[in-house]
């Protein structure tokens, strides 16, 4: 039985449905072990939210305009994740891109009185469980928006998002972490937005009732299994190639050689 109680995040349960074997891995610590770049996409994904975020944050005290944007994501964009110079310039150009149309796309101005990087715990049936927010702004009568940020070149489906676990653990949680009489209530309705940063596409992520509920059961079938099941077999498909324990998985020794 695996009596490990830490809080479970929404990338901890996505991990185990892929592929049980990553989450084992990766709960370990493994993952963190081996020598694997973070890769270009990773690298281009942390930079376009920092630089999102820092630039939101100064906003709040007075304008901040694109050059602030992009000189942030300048210098937080790690070359060193790029395989070479080439491609590092390519991701570079991308992101300057990305950035340059979502700041005219209005985003950053609609968006009020901002926290960035906000986790939100509480629990589920006494399973603590916790999300993260890139975004958690107020926008008036509109309540309160959790913005996750999405730079992958697929834009999520309505089918997708109507069932994704990171915002739908957000919205369940935010509720209750800022309900009124709380240490720092903020106003209602809590809505999601995935904003996907390269079709400029602000995508609408809040659940009705019944989502949340598959959301809830779903996430608390799956934490069933990770804090009981004593098995973590590998699933291996597609999504190995982004996987990061791939060097210290069994289902590829063979390709990798014993770790
Ligand atoms: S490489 Fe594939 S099979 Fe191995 S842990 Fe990662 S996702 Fe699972």
Request: hydrophobic share 35%; glycine share 8%.
């Amino acid at each position: 039985m695996n009596r490990d109680l830490r809080p479970l995040g929404p990338r901890h349960l996505a991990d185990h449905e892929l592929c049980p074997h990553k989450y084992y891995l990766s709960a370990l610590g493994r993952a963190r072990e081996v020598a694997h770049p973070v890769g270009a996409p990773r690298a281009l994904h942390g930079a376009l939210v920092r630089a999102l975020q820092e630039t939101l944050v100064v906003q709040a005290k007075g304008p901040a305009g694109v050059e602030r944007l992009l000189e942030t994501f300048e210098a937080a964009f790690d070359g060193t994740a790029c395989a070479d110079t080439w491609e590092e310039e390519r991701y570079r150009r991308d992101g300057r891109l990305i950035l340059e149309q979502y700041y005219a796309g209005g985003q950053l101005e609609r968006l009020g009185r901002v926290e960035v990087a906000v986790v939100v715990s509480g629990d589920l049936d006494g399973q603590p469980v916790y999300a993260r927010a890139d975004v958690v702004a107020d926008v008036g009568d509109a309540g309160t928006v959790l913005v996750t940020y999405h730079s992958a070149r697929r834009t999520p489906s309505p089918s997708e998002l109507q069932e994704d676990l990171r915002t739908g653990l957000l919205q369940v949680l935010a509720a209750r972490h800022w309900a009124p009489g709380g240490g720092s209530p903020r106003p209602g309705p809590f809505s999601c937005e995935v904003h996907a940063l390269r079709s400029g596409q602000v995508l609408t992520a809040t659940k009705s009732e019944e989502q949340l509920e598959a959301v809830r059961a779903r996430a608390l079938d799956r934490i069933e299994r990770i804090r009981y099941d004593s098995v973590f077999p590998t699933a291996r498909g597609s999504h190995c190639r982004w996987c990061r324990s791939k060097p210290i998985c069994p289902a590829w020794q063979e390709r990798w050689g014993p770790f």
